[in-house]
């Protein structure tokens, strides 16, 4: 019952039909596709999609049966330069536009903070920057609602103006519109001062929000110094894989599960992970 893909961009900058072949080797149907990280020649996506791109690269992962399940747009919603911001909210609206033409219906970002690289910084804890991000978030959601996309948000504790799930919860009481959806991290999500109750985070998200999760990010982490590293592949570290992807099962059985921080020399070994775990493909 689980539905598992990787970011296309783990598997290299690449044309798309290299790209897409080189992905297939491994059996998996559905990717996070983030243009400009991904795609050999995309540099900076602004004012250049079409409906004629969307169908060409479509049509390119179609053929060995990969899907797009998330176009990932990851701007600086509060970026502290207001031309800036801006210029990243037209991003994200025109992925929205032409997301249908790539066969998707999910954008994806993360929430961003007051530096613009997004950088941790006191002031993601400032009420005046949470208002600043429903505020962006609100002009992403009107035009999720007008072209029929859901704009998915991804909290990060300890970095981002999301950094709770009281305050993801918070986001959803301001904007109750099915046309936003959450993309959940359990391990960009757990706090370094919370790192022993993993499990009990992880339950309490299912419990406050699977209802809005539109897609799962999974990947691992170690702790170092008494810090999170969470840039470990699938497997090779703390996370509780059997409770997780119990919780799918449960609450989102086939949610798109995209493996992070997983390349053509990790993702064997995350896969037979899975695999070795009993779980449902």
């Known amino acids: 019952m689980l539905n598992i893909g990787v970011r296309a961009h ?13 992905i297939s080797k491994y059996g998996f149907n559905s990717i996070q596709l983030a243009l400009k990280k991904a795609i050999d020649g995309i540099d900076d996506v602004n004012g250049i999609l079409s409906p004629g791109m969307g169908n060409y690269i479509r049509d390119k992962f179609y053929k060995n049966g990969i899907n797009i399940s998330v176009l990932g747009c990851y701007i600086n919603p509060v970026h502290p330069n207001m031309d800036i911001r801006k210029r990243h909210l037209d991003s994200f609206v025109e992925h929205i536009r032409f997301a249908s033409s790539f066969g998707c219906s999910i954008v994806g970002t993360e929430t961003g903070s007051t530096l613009p690289n997004c950088g941790f910084t006191q002031d993601i804890y400032k009420e005046s920057t949470f208002i600043d991000f429903i505020e962006s978030l609100k002009v992403l959601v009107e035009a999720g609602e007008k072209f029929g996309v859901t704009v998915a948000i991804e909290g990060v504790a300890d970095k981002h103006t999301i950094f709770s799930h009281e305050r ?114």
């Open 10 to 22: 783990d598997f290299g900058k690449l044309s798309v039909s290299d790209l897409s072949d080189r």
């Open 168 to 281: 993801m919860m918070r986001v959803l009481e301001l904007i109750p519109s099915p046309n936003l959806g959450i993309i959940y991290d359990p391990v960009n999500f757990l706090p370094n001062d919370k790192l022993d109750k993993s499990d009990e985070l992880m339950i309490e998200a299912f419990q406050l929000f699977s209802h809005k999760m539109v897609a799962i990010h999974a990947k691992d982490y170690v702790i170092k110094n008494g810090v999170k590293d969470g840039t470990i592949p699938s497997g090779k570290g703390r996370l509780n894989y059997e409770l997780l992807f119990s919780l799918i099962n449960k609450h989102k059985p086939y949610i798109h599960t995209l493996l992070e921080n997983n390349g053509p020399d990790t993702i064997e070994d995350s896969f037979n992970f899975i695999k070795k775990l009993g779980v449902r493909l």
